[in-house]
């Protein structure tokens, strides 16, 4: 179960550097519509985040469970 743990912590981290990349990207657009382009991949891994966020909570609750159970 740990590493099922570590593997949603890494992929979030993945996904909030993706935002600050595509935060840059959005930020330095001289283009309206490539601007727009990297905010909404930027909303996309936002979510993304928020998805392995409430599956990291799930597998806390289980492992918990899990700790119960056995203690």
């Known amino acids: 179960m740990q590493q099922i743990l570590d593997g949603i912590l890494e992929a979030i981290e993945d996904e909030i550097k993706a935002q600050k990349h595509y935060q840059t990207l959005a930020e330095n657009a001289a283009d309206p519509k490539v601007k727009k382009f990297f905010e909404q991949l930027k909303r996309d891994e936002e979510e993304h985040e ?14 918990e469970a899990d700790q119960r159970e056995k203690g």
């Open 50 to 63: 928020q998805a392995l966020r409430t599956r990291y909570e799930a597998f806390m609750k289980l492992q």
